[in-house]
């Protein structure tokens, strides 16, 4: 095998594989990966790939424990002309590079034959996505299709880490880590499947196929999280409600999902409120600890932090909800306010708490800021 140095030395006529992110020259069963930083950004903290031993050492822990990744077998600094240079030489990924697996804009026939594709992917293959996901919850990974291969034999293969965060591990019991995971770092198996043009015009039947075969990736994918994350069950009608009212149906009539998705049942406020006060209790904390703003809190936080549950979808159906859409002459005003109303309920048990705790600059300067809002003179 060769080694650092010689890559390094011979790379130099040699072409570059890239997809357009960091140069990349492929040397058979290993490549080198070149990352650059202009030497104007480099400081103590911040160099060409800052966290990569880092990386390194979390990554190659995890390969020995089943991750479908490449193993990263040396590190060499230097500086080149005007950039801060990192170079890794890691063994060469399995599989076929899913960037070219899709295409934006393909003829129906395509996306057809993708969608076929996907869903003939062995159903091991799907929960080992599951499962090595969850692993890279503290690596820093995005799922692009750029940094995903696809192995007939092996399945998917990750590739690219910013990170490795030893204390954040991923835990199925935690919610904030569950919904996480599940939204932003495992990549979806639809989404390696070739789209049409937004405008694209299909008949019934063209529609009623497309549909189908895309609800039945759907279903196969919350059958592998199912098997590989035992506590999703309790938490899945809150990662579903936001999805297409067809894929909902599709999974309640396979039985995909015992629960009602299209509505809160009883059993299902237990698990809102706890939810809900993660929620208040995490915007909270970037009140007291952070000195987050009335305005940033009111404007962002509770509408990001909520919708990481769909907490905020599901206020329409709450019982305590007192909007009428009879009331409201368009839907657009109905939604909006729907979501004022939630806002402020929000912000005033955000406020309620703030004021049974200890009291410190940033809570007292955010309780005045929300009774100058809303009209209430401040207590004394």
Known sequence: MIDIKDAIEQSKDKQDISDGGSQCFDFGDVVLVKYTLSLKYVKDNCRARDCEELVMEGINQKIQQGLNSPKHISIMRTIEKDKDVCYVLQEKCKGKNCTFMSEYGAPYDRVISDLNRIYNIPFEHYKKLITDGCMLYEMGYEAKNKNLFYDEETGFWFIDFLGYDIENAFDENNPIKLFETLKFVIPKPMQIA??????????????????????????????????????????????????????????????????????????????????????????IDKIINKGEEFWSIEVNDIRNDSNLFCLMEMWKY????????????????????????????MLRKIVKKLEELDKNENSTKFISDFYAKYEIQIKK
């Open 194 to 283: 070739s789209t049409l043009k937004y405008d694209e015009k299909l008949s019934p039947d063209q529609k009623r196929k497309k549909d189908m075969l895309e609800y039945s990736i759907e279903a196969k994918t919350i059958l592998a999280i199912k098997s590989v994350i035992p506590t999703f069950e309790k938490y899945e009608k809150f990662y579903l409600f936001a999805k297409d009212a067809g894929v909902k149906k599709y999974l309640m009539e396979q039985g995909v999902v015992q629960k009602d998705l299209f509505k809160l049942e009883e059993a299902d406020y237990p698990v809102y409120d706890e939810l809900y006060e993660i929620v208040l209790n995490q915007i």
């Open 318 to 345: 709450h019982k305590d909800n007192s909007i009428n859409e009879s009331d409201y002459q368009d839907e657009y005003d109905y939604e909006a306010a729907l979501k004022s109303k939630f806002i402020e309920i």
